[in-house]
Every structure is written in C-alpha cells, then in structure tokens.
C-alpha cells in the first residue's frame, strides 16, 4: 500500500534530519531533482535518494539538532505544499557553494536558529520526483551574524584568509559525498533486498 502524500513529504525532512537511508529509499523517486542544490556542495545534486543524503549531510554538519517542525501541508494530486520552520544549532561550519566550489563559510557562532521555508514538493510513483523553496535566508544570515556589519562577518573574512573555509568546504563535501554513496545499498533494482551492503 502506497505511503500517503503527507507522510511521503514529512518522510523528506525526516530524512534531512536523520540520514535515515532506508526511509530516503522509501519516499525519494530514482529521478528526483532538487532546484535548490546550487548552494549546496556538488553531491548534493546528485538525483535520486542520494541528493537528498548528501543535502542532510550539509545541513547537518552545519546545525547540530536540526529539525523540521511542519507549520501546515496541504496537497492536490500530486504536489505537495508544506510549510515549517527549520531549526537546530549553529555548531558547524555553514559553507555556501557555487557550481560544487567554496562560495562562503560561516564559522560556528553556536546562535540558535529558526528559518520559515516553504517547500513545493512533486510527486511520482507515491515517491518525491521534485523539490522547489522560498526560504527566508536572509533571516537565516541575521540570525548567524552573516549580514553586512553583524557580528560574525570579521570572523568569516578571517576564514576566508585563514584558509580555515577552504578546507571546511573541502570536508562537507566530502561528508555528503559519504552521505551519498550510502543510497546505492537502497537503490531499487534487481537482486538488490534493499539492504545497505
């Protein structure tokens, strides 16, 4: 019996939270595509579940305790329009991209946050096929201090200098290339039991 659309989407940002790879398995399409992965390192472009492992990965390396408290859901067929907040920690390097190469990193300020998104999600064989989101980074920036003048910008430009940013883009991304690689165990397909291997 086919997970309910709304289960499906919550299932989505379960997944962002915990790298929970059998759930990826089970609510992320082979085919899905994520318009919001050109800030993110390159991994998480990547289609199917592990684009979606990878982009956890990320978050998480940035906020400890990240969680996604659901607002409202609403959905018609087979689109999903879900509301909620992002939350956690700021206890990791928060590292920008730009084509998979460093854009900015905001070295941890341990500030709490709470960032109101929206997310348009598409789906396809009772799986998201497509991700889209209004986010409210801006509030996001002035929460970390990242905004012109805040707090944190001295700190940012001295990773910058430092080379501390360089080498914590270099990690992330290869922690979601980690996080990615943990989806092939999943990957529907002959012979496989869905077993990680």
Partial sequence: MAMPAEDVARGLFTVLATGDVALAAAVVHEDFTNREAVV?????????????????????????????PVTDLAHDGDQVWIRLHMQGR??????????GELLQAIPPTGAGIDSEQVHVLH??????VRHEAVRDDLALLGQLGALPNGPAVPRIQDWHDTG????????????????????RGHAPGPGNTGQAG
């Fill in 90 to 99: 700021h206890t990791g390097p928060f590292v920008h991209y730009r084509d």
């Fill in 164 to 183: 501390h940013a360089a080498r914590a883009a270099l990690q992330i991304a290869e922690a979601a290339e980690q996080a990615a690689a943990t989806a």
């Fill in 123 to 128: 789906l396809r064989d009772g799986k998201v």
């Fill in 40 to 68: 993110s390192p390159a991994a998480c472009s990547l289609p199917g579940p592990a684009g979606v492992l990878a982009s956890g990965a990320w978050l998480r390396s940035a906020f400890s305790d990240l969680r996604f």
